[in-house]
């Protein structure tokens, strides 16, 4: 039969009880330099025994920087704990937040369909009147902004239009004055021609 685990307990003669402590602190200090030295490792030991005598050991007898190291690791640790818990916090308070607006927003877009209104009461039915009172003004405000704009832009194509139809008719007038400007010059060489032609000498009359 194996060996049964042998159950940790306060020793309670007092010269064992010493005896112990002295092999397990010398066992224990050896182990801290040992991991120490093989693994590199900063190790600082502190024990006090039961009368409050100290014994400690730190690596490279450097026990003040280790214990600076260790506050300032445990003060970040918190700070991030507590930075975490505050995120999470007001992470949960504002999406409750956002759900109950998400709520109250679908109802009152249900009530502005006109569903769910048995429940609203006289002043939430004059409240409701009134945003749909405000949306129909809004609604037909735009319509007339969108047909004055509308308008405007006709105008202003039938404007562009009556200008390039002036500027063509103006081009037309110019061709036929030209082409009649080169008849009247083509013109007087025929009628020179015509005359002489038909004014013979008396003689051969």
Same mark, same amino acid.
């Not at 918190?78 to 109250?104: P, Y």
């Not at 103006?170 to 060489?189: G, M, R």
């Given at each position: !039969? ?57 690596? +490279?007898?450097? !026990?003040? =920087? ?46 502005? !369909? ?27 405000? =735009?319509?007339?902004?969108? !047909? ?9 194509? +039938? ?31 025929? +009628? ?14």
């Amino acid at each position: !039969m194996g060996r049964g685990r042998v159950q940790l307990k306060r020793i309670e003669n007092k010269i064992n009880r010493q005896v112990t402590f002295s092999k397990r602190r010398c066992g224990l200090l050896k182990k801290a330099h040992e991991i120490s030295v093989l693994c590199d490792a900063d190790v600082a030991l502190i024990v006090f025994s039961t009368k409050g005598k100290l014994f400690e050991y730190a690596t +490279d007898c450097c !026990m003040e =920087r280790i214990l600076e190291r260790y506050e300032r690791y445990s003060y970040a640790e918190s700070q991030v704990l507590t930075n975490n818990a505050e995120t999470n916090g007001n992470w949960t308070l504002e999406h409750a937040k956002l759900k109950a607006r998400m709520e109250i927003l679908q109802k009152n877009q249900k009530n502005l !369909m006109g569903e769910e209104l048995d429940s609203l009461s006289l002043k939430e039915l004059q409240n409701l009147e009134h945003q749909l009172d405000t949306a129909l003004k809004n609604i037909r405000s =735009r319509k007339i902004q969108l !047909m004055c704009e509308s308008i405007s832009e006709l105008q202003r194509k +039938d404007k562009a239009l009556q200008e390039q139809n002036n500027m063509l008719a103006k081009k037309v007038k110019e061709k036929e004055k030209a082409l009649a400007q080169q008849t009247q010059w083509d013109n007087p060489q025929d +009628d020179g021609l015509t005359s002489s032609s038909g004014s013979l000498p008396s003689e051969w009359n």
